[in-house]
């Protein structure tokens, strides 16, 4: 029999989302072994963590009001699979088992263990959830699943869309967890004693490789008789990352997961300093989840506090402020009443801008004021609601915004986006309809070749064809009738970004669930803070001349 210190097990029951007598009576028959711990039984050792700084490094803490700790309490996610279920309701058994693979990793995971398949809404919304496993789907991508993983398949087609390898057979207590570091024999025997798991060296947790398990996603694209017509490559940020600069020596976590730049312990009992130690925040682009599970926080049943999730918003948005991109604003010519500059975008990140889920976009606002500082012409304005002014497929669902070479008026805002058809060839933001990327155009990293681009990855539309659109970069000619308006011109470029684009909420509200309706009130209530302002770039462009200087 296992001995847990009475510490251990005060601490774990005060920071538990889910009681452990609730969790230990919803564990598999005897028969299977149960393969997780939830969360709180790995907090209870590794938290209490402090850079020398004062800063609260605490992986637990990190973890927990990340969108790792809160997959399984995303509600766009859960809207989004309702939806799913409708448009293809001869599929809701696998559209279930396939969604929960990485949102709800260790729910699934046991179920099949048991002889089961993914449930996603028998689970779900956590605190709400019936099913078996509701208390390892509120855990969402936790502790035991990640460091469960096995270094078997990683970097191969077969590990894509959720096919990494956790063991199904070893029973609780011999099982092992691997790490980055050497564990010395008395802190293994208390990890063991406190947590049933044994801490082994794996490399592989800190490889991209291991990331790409949920992180590059296929979905089978389906016609209205269910048959499949396609493959989408919905989400390939490590393909992306493969055909950069950065695949040398910039994995996903040295972004993702940044270097604690001090020695730390990672555990809060029995102290051992440690360089090079990762903090589990897994900053990423949105920075919006965090603040909606913060205010609907009773609703969702949220367990970080405020103030945790707020400092995981504020890193999304650091990491997107400081890290993602830049804009420069070059004059080219001011004559007979035509102003021409170029904006310049550059792509900071080591994979495309924006990535992954393909809801994300970011565009060009870019406005021209003259003299006395009246606006004589604007491309891309943010509307209250969360749309974009003059973008086509914001007001028209069947239409959307090419890419451009050169813009001369305010209805054409230039939006690095990918924009799925259907089987018809009909613009769609439904995974399971969509056939193919009719337009992709989000921003190449640095070193990506779009000529020798395999199609999971390509550059798709007009901006295949333009030649200021290559790795790392794009320009778009601005050409604007500024008539008779004194000068000097203030030109400005300004670079947002939404991680839920306006058109892929607003279909959802089409759809009369409760999961729909509730996320629709979250966004429409929170519609002046889903974007962020990437970069900005300025410059004043004196009247009768070709000179400029910048402002700030």
Not at 168 to 181: D, I, K, N, Q
Not at 265 to 280: D, F, K, M, Q, T
Not at 281 to 294: E, V
Not at 346 to 373: I, M, Q
Request: aromatic share 8%; net charge negative; glycine share 8%.
């Amino acid at each position: 029999m296992r001995t847990i210190p009475a510490g251990f097990v005060l601490l774990a029951l005060l920071l538990s989302p889910v009681p452990i007598w609730a969790q230990e009576a919803d564990a598999p028959p005897d028969s299977v072994p149960r393969l997780f711990h939830t969360a709180d039984q790995c907090m209870a050792c590794h938290n209490q963590l402090t850079a020398s700084s004062g800063e609260d490094v605490s992986i637990g803490f990190d973890w927990r009001s990340s969108m790792m700790g809160n997959s399984g309490r995303d509600p766009y996610w859960m809207a989004s699979v309702r939806r799913e279920t409708l448009d293809h309701s001869g599929l809701v058994d696998a559209i279930e088992d396939k969604c929960s693979i990485c949102h709800l990793a260790m729910a699934r995971a046991q179920s099949v263990a048991d002889g089961g398949q993914g449930r996603i809404f028998r689970n779900l919304p956590p605190g709400q959830g019936t099913g078996p496993y509701a208390h390892l789907a509120a855990d969402g991508v936790s502790c035991s699943a990640c460091h469960q993983i096995q270094d078997e398949k990683l970097g191969t087609e077969e590990s894509f869309t959720g096919g990494f390898v956790i063991d199904h057979t070893t029973p609780m207590g011999e099982r092992v967890a691997f790490g980055p570091f050497e564990v010395d024999e008395g802190r293994t025997r208390v990890m063991s004693s406190a947590s049933q798991f044994h801490p082994q060296v794996g490399d592989h947790v800190q490889s991209a490789e291991l990331c790409a398990t949920c992180h590059t996603l296929y979905t089978n694209a389906r016609n209205p008789q269910g048959e499949i017509v396609g493959q989408l490559p919905e989400q390939v940020p490590y393909l992306e990352w493969q055909h950069s600069d950065y695949v040398e020596d910039e994995p996903c976590q040295s972004c993702h997961m940044p270097l604690i730049q001090d020695s730390v312990s990672v555990a809060g009992v029995l102290v051992n300093p440690r360089a090079e130690v990762n903090r589990h925040t897994f900053r990423g682009g949105n920075f919006l989840m965090p603040r909606m599970l913060n205010r609907y926080r009773g609703e969702m049943g949220t367990v970080a506090l405020p103030q945790e999730l707020e400092a995981t918003a504020g890193q999304a948005l650091d990491n997107l402020r400081n890290h993602s991109a830049t804009v420069t604003v070059d004059p080219v010519g001011l004559e007979d009443g035509r102003l021409d500059v170029d904006v310049l975008v550059e792509n900071l990140a080591g994979h495309k801008l924006p990535t992954a889920y393909p809801s994300r976009r970011a565009w060009l606002h870019v406005t021209v004021k003259d003299r006395g500082g009246d606006v004589v012409f604007e491309s891309g304005a943010l509307r209250a609601d969360g749309s974009i002014v003059g973008n086509d497929n914001d007001t028209d669902a069947t239409r959307y915004e090419p890419h451009y070479v050169e813009i001369d008026g305010p209805d054409q805002v230039q939006i690095y986006e990918p924009v799925m058809v259907d089987y018809a060839g009909e613009v769609t933001t439904g995974l399971l309809w969509g056939m193919k990327y009719i337009k992709d155009n989000r921003i190449l990293p640095l070193g990506f070749d779009k000529e020798t681009a395999v199609y999971d990855v390509a550059v798709q539309g007009e901006a295949a064809e333009d030649h200021d659109f290559q790795g790392g970069m794009d320009k778009v000619r601005y050409a604007v009738d500024v008539g008779s308006n004194p000068g000097p011109f203030t030109v400005e470029a300004e670079l947002w970004y939404q991680p839920i684009g306006f058109r892929w909420a607003r279909n959802l509200a089409e759809y009369e669930t409760d999961e729909s309706a509730r996320f629709s009130r979250y966004f429409d209530s929170m519609s002046k803070a889903v974007s962020a302002l990437l970069a900005r770039g300025v410059v004043r462009i004196e009247a009768a001349q070709e000179e400029a200087r910048p402002t700030t």
